[in-house]
């Protein structure tokens, strides 16, 4: 799909941890499931390591499955993600990401903590995309509301 026109969005916020705390739970398998509420989840953390997750209650038939590769890994600075794959149950998504498809979390240490900013690209600009695209939007939103919530519990502890 090289080619084609594509577009991105960003989300970041602050959060009260340090930048070692934020990249650990990027790759912690427990630390996922928890802030993302996935039933299993494999991590190679390393440079050309993996990073999948699987969702729904059946191990042996799952909702969803999403699978990348690490592509740059710095800890505790940034981690790229290309795309791998995605399942879901439902069926095929009705267009295919571009070959570019990178998820990019960058850490920043600041005065409260740190910025934790994740840039996802490679959503066709195509109107077919559009109900994903906002999906994965609100996602976003709700993937940092489960990181707070992680943080919270965590640190509490």
Avoid at 58 to 77: G, M, Q
Wanted: proline share 6%; charged share 25%.
């Amino acid at each position: 799909m090289k080619g084609i026109e594509t577009r991105s969005h960003v989300h970041e916020e602050s959060l009260a941890a340090t930048a070692e705390e934020i990249f650990a739970l990027l790759i912690t398998p427990s630390a996922i499931r928890r802030w993302w509420g996935a039933a299993r989840v494999t991590v190679l953390p390393e440079l050309n390591g993996v990073w999948t997750a699987a969702w729904g209650e059946k191990e042996d038939d799952p909702e969803y499955i999403s699978t990348a590769a690490l592509v740059e890994f710095d800890p505790p600075r940034r981690l790229t993600m290309k795309y791998g794959k995605y399942y879901a149950k439902s069926g095929p998504l009705p267009f295919e990401f571009a070959d570019e498809s990178l998820t990019t979390f960058d850490i920043v240490p600041s005065s409260e903590g740190c910025i934790l900013r994740v840039e996802q690209t490679g959503f066709p600009a195509d109107p077919i995309a559009d109900e994903f695209y906002a999906a994965c939007e609100t996602g976003w939103q709700t993937t940092f509301e489960g990181i707070r919530n992680y943080l919270t519990d965590t640190l509490s502890e």
